[in-house]
């Protein structure tokens, strides 16, 4: 237990002084915070409002984009890079177990995730707190914002599995946020397309990750979030069980490889 705190600081201890990480983090946190400043626009009468549900829920709207975005691009921090460079064969070589090394990892990732929605859930609340009028519902935000760092868990599990798959931070960028776009575009289109010819593509489409999501978000007439929430940790422990089994059976690439 204290070898895998000690990794899981020692991650982070890199991965905050990387420059590249910091670029992500000042963009993942600006994008919610444009939302808001937005909202307090659209609120103030300087920009006609098109709807939506206050300042919880603009921040919930840019969360429900972002996510599954930053999940993926996290996972490639912090697994794909460290396996496609070295680090991670460094680690193994002064002992460190592979199952804590990809735990202490994990671990850091899903915190940062937390960590990064309870900020944009205090931004949002502090907006609204100034505004007086317009913190009318923070219960439904607050719901969603938490859904979402679940849909968050399981995009970085589908990342983490990408990562070990083939130790490439390019793979995992390509493919992971190529799945997370294609669902973006196809999945409304099939269901619009289903509605107009009454074919059933809620149904057949609700167990994959992206009908899993909109459970969890409460988007789903299918599933609701009390059953989407243990399936999607059935999914996230799937997906970890399939990591652990590649992290275990390739060799780790050593640095230039």
């Given at each position: 237990?204290?070898?895998g705190l000690r990794l899981a600081r020692w991650e982070w201890f890199r991965l905050h002084?990387?420059g590249s990480f910091l670029l992500l983090a000042s963009l993942a946190i600006a994008v919610?915070?444009?939302?808001?400043?937005?909202?307090?626009?659209?609120?103030?009468?300087?920009?006609?409002?098109?709807?939506?549900?206050?300042?919880?829920?603009?921040?919930?709207?840019?969360?429900?984009?972002?996510?599954?975005?930053?999940?993926?691009?996290?996972?490639?921090?912090?697994?794909?890079?460290?396996?496609?460079?070295?680090?991670?064969?460094?680690?193994?070589?002064?002992?460190?177990?592979?199952?804590?090394?990809?735990?202490?990892?994990?671990?850091?990732?899903?915190?940062?995730?937390?960590?990064?929605?309870?900020?944009?859930?205090?931004?949002?609340?502090?907006?609204?707190?100034?505004?007086?009028?317009?913190?009318?519902?923070?219960?439904?935000?607050?719901?969603?914002?938490?859904?979402?760092?679940?849909?968050?868990?399981?995009?970085?599990?589908?990342?983490?599995?990408?990562?070990?798959?083939?130790?490439?931070?390019?793979?995992?960028?390509?493919?992971?946020?190529?799945?997370?776009?294609?669902?973006?575009?196809?999945?409304?289109?099939?269901?619009?397309?289903?509605?107009?010819?009454?074919?059933?593509?809620?149904?057949?489409?609700?167990?994959?990750?992206?009908?899993?999501?909109?459970?969890?978000?409460?988007?789903?007439?299918?599933?609701?979030?009390?059953?989407?929430?243990?399936?999607?940790?059935?999914?996230?422990?799937?997906?970890?069980?399939?990591?652990?089994?590649?992290?275990?059976?390739?060799?780790?690439?050593?640095?230039?490889?």
């Amino acid at each position: 237990m204290q070898a895998g705190l000690r990794l899981a600081r020692w991650e982070w201890f890199r991965l905050h002084h990387r420059g590249s990480f910091l670029l992500l983090a000042s963009l993942a946190i600006a994008v919610p915070l444009l939302s808001l400043v937005v909202r307090a626009m659209q609120l103030a009468g300087w920009l006609p409002l098109l709807g939506g549900s206050g300042y919880f829920g603009a921040a919930a709207g840019s969360l429900l984009i972002l996510s599954p975005i930053l999940a993926i691009v996290l996972s490639s921090f912090t697994h794909a890079s460290d396996l496609q460079t070295g680090s991670c064969r460094t680690l193994t070589a002064r002992g460190a177990s592979r199952e804590s090394v990809i735990a202490a990892k994990s671990l850091v990732a899903a915190a940062l995730l937390l960590g990064f929605h309870l900020l944009v859930l205090a931004a949002a609340a502090i907006f609204a707190g100034a505004s007086g009028p317009h913190f009318a519902g923070w219960q439904d935000g607050t719901v969603s914002v938490l859904a979402s760092w679940m849909v968050s868990l399981l995009y970085l599990a589908l990342g983490i599995a990408l990562s070990h798959w083939r130790q490439s931070a390019s793979f995992t960028l390509g493919v992971g946020l190529s799945i997370v776009f294609a669902e973006a575009i196809f999945y409304p289109l099939a269901n619009a397309l289903g509605a107009l010819e009454n074919w059933p593509v809620a149904e057949a489409t609700a167990w994959t990750l992206w009908g899993i999501a909109q459970g969890l978000r409460g988007d789903s007439s299918i599933l609701s979030a009390a059953w989407s929430i243990p399936v999607s940790i059935g999914y996230i422990a799937a997906l970890a069980i399939l990591a652990v089994a590649a992290f275990r059976k390739f060799d780790l690439q050593a640095g230039g490889e």
